[in-house]
C-alpha cells in the first residue's frame, strides 16, 4: 500500500464501491459530491491506477479496484477494531451486518440474534432480509459481514458452511383434494398448480431441485416473493406450495392450509455465508462459531 493513502479515501472508495455515483456516495458519507471526486481522484492518483470503469454516469469496480477491494475493507475493519482495543466495555465490539434469506430472516434469525445478544451482551447487528441471490452479491460488494441462507452457493467468491437445518413441506388449501387422501404419493401431483418464490429463493431452488424433478408435468401459476402471499394463495386454493415447515406452521395450525404428507426427504440445510477475502474481526470469528454451535441448541 502507498503510504500517503488515508483510511478516508479508502472509505471514499469503498462507499462508491457501494453506491456506483459520486452522488450517492457522497449523500451516504455526508461529503460534498466534489470533496468525494477529490479524494478518489488523489487515490487513483497515488496508486497509479484507475479503479473505476464509467459506464452510463456510473462507477463500476474494474480489476484494479477488485484488487484493492478486500485490502480497503480490512483496513477499515483494522481501524474500527482500533478504536475499541483499549475500551472499557466488553469484548466483542463493533457493528454486524447480516444478510438473510426470507426464512432465515423471518423465523431463525430473530432468535439466534436474541440469544447472541444474550450471551454477548452485543447490540450492534444490522439484518437485511431478501433473497439468496441479493444476499451473495451484497457479500461480493463487501455490503455485508456474513449471510445467513437456506440455499446452498457454489459462488467463487464465497465460503459456505453449514449452520442448523429445515424441514421443507408441501401444503394446500384446507379442501384440497389432496388433503383427503391419507396416503398421497407423488402421482397425486401430477398436473398440478404451483405457487413459487422468484429466481434467486433458497425456497424456490428446493422445489425445483427436490420436488419438480419427481412429477412430470407441473404448472407454475404463480411466482411471488414473499411467503405470506404464497400461503394466502395456497388458502385461496390458487395452487400448491413447498414452504419451510417453520415458515408454513402457523398457517397449518390456524386451518388456512394443510401439509400434503408426500413420503420424501423434506429436510435441508442452512447455509453460512462470508466473502473468502473478508478480514474476519474478533467478533465476526465469535459470531460464527456462535452460529455452528447454535445448531445444536447450544
Not at 94 to 106: E, H, K, M, P
Not at 275 to 296: D, G, T, V
Request: proline fraction near 4%; hydrophobic fraction near 40%; glycine fraction near 4%.
Amino acid at each position: 500500500m502507498m503510504p500517503h493513502v488515508s483510511l478516508k479515501q479508502l472509505k471514499v472508495f469503498v462507499t462508491v464501491t457501494q453506491n456506483q455515483t459520486l452522488t450517492a456516495a457522497s449523500e451516504t458519507l455526508f461529503l460534498s459530491k466534489a470533496a468525494v471526486s477529490m479524494s478518489l481522484s488523489e487515490l487513483e492518483k497515488q496508486i497509479g491506477h484507475a479503479l473505476f470503469d464509467r459506464v452510463n454516469n456510473r462507477l463500476v469496480l474494474n480489476q484494479e479496484g477488485q484488487k484493492l477491494l478486500p485490502l480497503a475493507d480490512e483496513l477499515l475493519s483494522r481501524s474500527r477494531d482500533i478504536e475499541f482495543l483499549f475500551s472499557d466495555e466488553q469484548s466483542y465490539q463493533g457493528q454486524l451486518r447480516i444478510g438473510a434469506s426470507d426464512t432465515v430472516g423471518n423465523q431463525v434469525a430473530p432468535f439466534l440474534l436474541s440469544d447472541f445478544r444474550h450471551s454477548h451482551q452485543h447490540k450492534a447487528q444490522q439484518l437485511f432480509i431478501s433473497n439468496t441471490a441479493l444476499i451473495c452479491q451484497k457479500l461480493v460488494d463487501y455490503e455485508l459481514d456474513i449471510g445467513l441462507v437456506e440455499g446452498k452457493t457454489l459462488h467463487p467468491e464465497l465460503d459456505c458452511k453449514p449452520f442448523s437445518e429445515d424441514q421443507m413441506c408441501i401444503v394446500a388449501a384446507a379442501d384440497h383434494p389432496l388433503t383427503r387422501n391419507q396416503y398421497p404419493d407423488l402421482t397425486s401431483l401430477e398436473n398440478s398448480d404451483w405457487i413459487l418464490r422468484e429466481p434467486g429463493s433458497g425456497t424456490r431452488e428446493f422445489f425445483l431441485r427436490a420436488v419438480a424433478p419427481r412429477i412430470e408435468v407441473w404448472h407454475e401459476a404463480f411466482e411471488l416473493n414473499t411467503t405470506e402471499a404464497i400461503i394466502n394463495c395456497v388458502s385461496a386454493n390458487l395452487g400448491l406450495a413447498c414452504l419451510s415447515k417453520l415458515a408454513a406452521q402457523a398457517a397449518i395450525n390456524d386451518g388456512r392450509i394443510q401439509e400434503v404428507p408426500i413420503a420424501l426427504d423434506m429436510k435441508r440445510r442452512f447455509w453460512l455465508l462470508v466473502h473468502k477475502e473478508k478480514y474476519q474481526s474478533p467478533l465476526l470469528k465469535r459470531f460464527i462459531a456462535f452460529c455452528q454451535a447454535w445448531e445444536n441448541g447450544s
